[in-house]
């Protein structure tokens, strides 16, 4: 069983920065590839970025690449998002989640999702 803490959501200008976290508690940490997605009101939740359980290979939706990473601390059971030049369209609830085995872009094959931090960019 993981349980995840999403923090560091908030409000931001168009052009800026945010590093939103996702604290892990549970056993096994480095077992479970971890993913970011995100969910705009009206939308179906979408896959961000994922990373490896070792930290080594990172993955990312293409309205991303280029501005956000995707990082892991294994000793600190915390993984990250640093967005920059955030957009208007970056607007959503983040979730982070969770799946053993490789990563995934695919929502349903995650095991544990945490509750959700809200960003929103103003323009």
């Known amino acids: 069983q993981v349980q995840l803490v999403e923090s560091g959501g908030g409000l931001v200008q168009a052009g800026g920065s945010l590093r939103l976290s996702c604290a892990a508690s549970?056993?096994?940490?480095?077992?479970?590839?971890m993913g970011w997605f995100r969910q705009a009101p009206g939308n179906e939740r979408e896959f961000v970025a994922a990373?490896?359980?070792?930290?080594?290979?990172?993955y990312y939706a293409d309205s991303v690449k280029g501005r956000f990473t995707i990082s892991r601390d294994n000793a600190k059971n915390t993984v990250y998002l640093q967005m920059n030049s955030l957009k208007p369209e970056d607007t959503a609830v983040y979730y982070c989640?969770?799946?053993?085995?490789?990563?995934?872009?695919?929502?349903?094959?995650?095991?544990?999702w945490g509750q959700g931090t809200q960003v929103t960019v103003s323009s």
């Open positions: 989640a969770a799946k053993t085995l490789r990563w995934s872009s695919y929502d349903y094959e995650y095991e544990y």
């Open positions: 549970g056993r096994f940490f480095t077992k479970y590839a």
């Open positions: 990373i490896s359980w070792s930290g080594d290979s990172a």
